[in-house]
């Protein structure tokens, strides 16, 4: 069993920056596909980027293609969500989650997903 959490959330201005990060424990990452998921005032949990446990191969949805990037570092058990060029729409509760999978990763089975932080607030605003 692993336990997440996440950090680096916080209040951005439109078109800054900010890296989310989801620190593991009592299970090495390595084991796991972890994505980053969403979660908005109203609306549906949406998965955002996800990382493979194997090969480290990479998925983002349309809407952060190009300005969000996960990278993981097994050493630290460490997953990281970089997030430049943010947008008022960005604004969310985000999520790191982790999936006993070593195949593809994929966010749009968010069940699939058995462990879950806490989250991390993001907000985008002027």
């Known amino acids: 069993q692993v336990q997440l959490v996440e950090s680096g959330g916080g209040l951005v201005q439109p078109g800054g920056s900010l890296r989310l990060s989801c620190a593991a424990s009592g299970s090495t990452l390595d084991k796991y596909a972890i994505g980053w998921f969403r979660q908005a005032p109203g609306k549906k949990r949406e998965g955002v980027s996800c990382?493979?446990?194997?090969?480290?191969?990479?998925y983002y949805a349309d809407s952060v293609k190009g300005r969000f990037t996960i990278s993981r570092d097994n050493a630290k058990n460490m997953v990281y969500l970089q997030m430049d060029s943010l947008e008022p729409e960005d604004t969310a509760d985000y999520y790191c989650?982790?999936?006993?999978?070593?195949?593809?990763?994929?966010?749009?089975?968010?069940?699939?997903?058995?462990?879950w932080g806490q989250g991390t607030q993001v907000t985008v605003s002027s």
């Open positions: 990382i493979s446990a194997s090969d480290g191969s990479t």
């Open positions: 989650a982790a999936d006993p999978y070593l195949g593809p990763c994929s966010v749009v089975g968010i069940s699939l997903y058995d462990y």
